[in-house]
Structure formats: structure tokens, C-alpha cells
């Protein structure tokens, strides 16, 4: 007897402490599982495994169904497998949670599919004033030197700044060597042959493409300039045209060097467009991990 009336007071004390919680007891498990399904959706998208990333975005979805993030990347996902059911669906759904950002995801996808319909050209483009020139940095020797390839794309550079000659050029790269970043070499290499110092924006942080992308369509828009053309190698041209274009800048051109150019027409099969869409997504500004 005293057993049985024991339980029922346990029972109406757990009762008594649900009700009390309330809401906040499932905010708190609910707060606890999306971030580590997120991640582990990040990691496998990073390491190839778009099904289980896909899985993690879905088990995640069931739970906190108005997650934005997560419905930009099950709709960015969903269209490098080719779901566009699900692709759709992740749009239309993410339209009616934040309208920014699903107009944000429709132009990321836009700009992957632009991107791969660019061919690297070794010509320059006839434009104006209020189009910049955006040259990309690439790894310096130890001792600060300039790499054959990083010369090779100056040389385009110069090329299209000539052709430009009102122009605003910026050169964009960090990772300094032996003290130097690699857009102060880049300038150096401009100005001793013979473009003006005053034409030249030095932007020295970038230390990836995405940088690259962000922090010249900044230095962009401050200097004046409408649209860019993008100038790198063509094995690195349609990543980068995906990542300025995601970063708001409006990109008219895309200028080469000439190494590899005829192995490089060719548009990307759809493995070799997983770096586009993961750079995409971060330039998007979604986040590794939460």
C-alpha cells in the first residue's frame, strides 16, 4: 500500500515538473540535434558522400523544419545529385521561412550554372571604366619570388590592362612569403611593367578563392566599379567566376592565361563541379559547422 501511494506521488512530481518546463524542455532537445546533424551534413558534403550529407539535412528538416541553412544546402545539394524534385521543394520551402535567402540560393545556383558555361580565354575583353580587373594570387615561392604560373597570370593581366586603360586593377591574394603577400608581389610585378601605381588596389588577406571573391567584390564596388572581368588559369577559371559572381559582383568577363587552355575547354563533368559547389556554399556565407 504505502509502495503504490509512494509511485503515485513520484509519478504526479514528474507530472508536476513536464508541465513546469513546458515549452522550454523541447526547445532545449530541439536546440541540442540540428548542429550536429548540420555538421556531419558539412563533413560528408566535404568528403563526397552526398547521400549520407543529404540524410543528415533530412533527419535535421524533420526536426526543425524552418531551418534556412539547412534548406539552402538540401536545395544546393539536391541540384549537384540531380534531385530537382527535392531541389524545388527546398526552394519553395525555403521561400516561405526567408525570401532572401532563398532568392540568395536561386542566384548561387545561377552563378555554378554560368560558371560552368565559361571558357577560358586568352583574349581580353572590350570594356570600360566602370569594369574592374581582377587578377587572382597563387602560392609564392619561400622566398617571395613570383611562381611561373602566378606570371603567367599577370602576364593575361597586363594584357587586358592595356587593352583597358582606365580600368581600376585588383590584385588579390595573402599567404605571404618571406614577409611578402602575394598581391604586394602582384603589384610589384604591374607597376615594373609599366601599369600606374594609382591604377592598382592591393587587396593582401585573401587566403583562398572565396576570399579572393569577397573581399575584391568589396574593393570593387568602394573604387566604383560595376562588373569585373576575372583574370587566373584556366583550370581555376569557372570556381572563381561561380565565387565573385556569389559574391555580388557582376563578372563580364573571364580572361586566361594560356597554360592548359585547350585541356580546360571542355566543360566539367559533374565531379570535377563538386569544388564549384562547395566553394558556392561557402562564399554564400553558410557555415562549415555550427
Not at 552563378?111 to 581580353?124: Q, Y
Not at 603567367?152 to 591574394?173: C, E, H, K, M
Not at 574593393?219 to 565565387?243: C, E, F, K, Q, Y
Request: hydrophobic share 45%; proline share 7%; aromatic share 4%.
Amino acid at each position: 500500500m504505502k509502495i503504490a501511494r509512494r509511485l503515485r506521488y513520484l509519478a504526479a512530481g514528474s507530472a508536476v515538473t513536464l508541465a513546469l518546463a513546458g515549452p522550454f524542455a523541447g526547445a532545449a532537445i530541439a536546440a541540442e540535434g540540428p548542429a550536429p546533424l548540420y555538421n556531419s551534413a558539412q563533413a560528408n558534403f566535404l568528403s563526397g558522400n552526398d547521400p549520407a550529407g543529404l540524410a543528415d539535412l533530412r533527419a535535421l528538416l524533420d526536426g526543425t523544419p524552418d531551418d534556412s541553412q539547412a534548406l539552402a544546402l538540401q536545395a544546393i545539394w539536391s541540384d549537384y545529385s540531380g534531385d530537382l524534385i527535392t531541389r524545388e521543394a527546398a526552394l519553395n520551402r525555403l521561400g516561405a521561412v526567408d525570401g532572401a535567402m532563398a532568392q540568395g540560393t536561386r542566384n548561387l545556383l545561377g552563378a555554378i550554372g554560368a560558371a560552368v558555361g565559361t571558357l577560358p580565354n586568352p583574349l581580353p575583353a572590350l570594356i570600360g571604366p566602370q569594369t574592374g580587373i581582377v587578377v587572382l594570387g597563387y602560392g609564392l615561392l619561400p622566398d617571395g619570388a613570383l611562381r611561373p604560373e602566378l606570371v603567367n597570370r599577370l602576364q593575361a593581366a597586363w594584357l587586358q590592362a592595356v587593352a583597358a586603360p582606365w580600368s581600376p586593377i585588383v590584385v588579390t591574394g595573402g599567404n605571404p612569403q618571406n614577409g611578402v603577400p602575394e598581391a604586394v608581389a602582384m603589384a610589384g610585378w604591374l607597376i615594373g611593367h609599366g601599369i600606374p601605381a594609382n591604377r592598382v588596389l592591393v587587396e593582401d588577406r585573401a587566403g583562398s578563392t572565396v576570399q579572393n571573391a569577397l573581399f575584391s567584390s568589396r574593393m570593387l564596388r568602394d573604387a566604383g566599379a560595376t562588373s569585373a572581368v576575372v583574370v587566373t588559369s584556366p583550370n581555376h577559371i569557372r570556381r572563381a567566376v561561380a565565387d565573385f559572381i556569389v559574391a555580388g559582383t557582376h563578372v563580364v568577363g573571364a580572361m586566361t592565361s594560356t597554360d592548359q587552355l585547350v585541356s580546360q575547354l571542355p566543360p566539367p563533368n559533374r565531379a570535377a563541379q563538386r569544388g564549384i559547389y562547395l566553394d558556392a556554399t561557402r562564399t554564400f556565407l553558410l557555415p562549415a559547422e555550427r
